[in-house]
Structure formats: structure tokens, C-alpha cells
């Protein structure tokens, strides 16, 4: 495993992923942003931020399963989020501990979460892209 989690003393400890991510590996994977679509290219979840949500970690984790990778190797995650506003949380930590469970990992390296206008098609609530380091 490539990359190593953390959280150092001086900052605070979130549940949803750690502060730090440090890289050993010597290939850097960037994964395109992933929304929520299917392997046929259909929109999953319409106007539900948890299903799409869980939909977008399902297909990172296929594009790194597909390179011989997982949610272990991910150093960093971006998330955004069409209209963003706190009380979401709930919804979005919903979709991340559904992806979880299919996934057989919970991924929390280092993240940054934004809220956007709109994404590229208007059914489309969540966007979420990785960084990835292999060895």
C-alpha cells in the first residue's frame, strides 16, 4: 500500500477522513470526476444526493479496481456538490457508508468538499474526483 492516512496532533480528528495523506508509491493516478452514472451511461439516484453519491464512490472504485487499485492507494478525494449547504451532511455521509459497504473499505483520505452552481448535466448533484498513488 502506497499511502499511508493520518491525523497529527494539532488538528482536529474528523470522522469523515483524515488530515493527511502520505504518498510512498511512484505512480501518480489521477480519475477523472465521477458522477452518477452507470456503466451504460444513465443518470443513477435522480434527485437523490445519498444514491448519487454512493454511486460516484462505486465508480471510482471501479476505475481503480480496473488498474489494479483501490480506496487504499486513493491520497485525496474532491467533491463537488451542486448547491451545497450543511444540512446535505447527513445525505452525503449516507452515500459514502452505502459505497463503503459495497466497497469493503471506507475511504477517508484527505478530502475537499464544494458547492457549485450546476454540473455538466442539470440531473447530476454530485461530482467526486481521486488522486490515487501506486506503486
Keep these: 500500500m502506497a499511502i499511508s492516512l493520518v491525523n497529527p496532533t494539532g488538528l ?37 444526493l445519498a444514491a448519487q453519491v454512493e454511486q460516484c464512490y462505486l465508480n471510482i ?4 479496481a480496473g488498474i489494479g487499485s483501490s ?3 486513493v491520497a485525496k478525494l474532491t467533491v ?3 448547491d451545497w449547504t450543511p444540512d446535505k451532511m447527513p445525505l452525503f455521509v449516507e452515500g459514502v457508508a452505502r459505497a ?32 490515487a498513488v501506486i506503486d
Excluded: C, M, N
Excluded at 472504485?61 to 481503480?64: I, K, R
Design 100 to 131: 463503503s459497504a459495497k466497497l469493503g473499505a471506507t475511504p477517508v483520505p484527505p478530502g475537499t468538499l464544494l458547492g457549485v452552481a450546476a454540473l455538466d448535466v442539470p440531473d447530476h448533484l454530485v461530482e467526486v474526483e481521486a488522486t
Design 61 to 64: 472504485g471501479t476505475a481503480l
Design 12 to 48: 482536529p480528528e474528523i470522522d469523515a477522513y483524515r488530515q493527511v495523506s502520505i504518498a510512498t508509491g511512484s505512480k501518480l493516478v489521477f480519475i477523472a470526476g465521477q458522477v452518477a452514472w452507470d456503466a451504460e451511461g444513465r443518470t443513477v439516484g435522480a434527485g437523490d
Design 80 to 82: 463537488y456538490v451542486v
Design 71 to 73: 480506496f487504499d492507494d
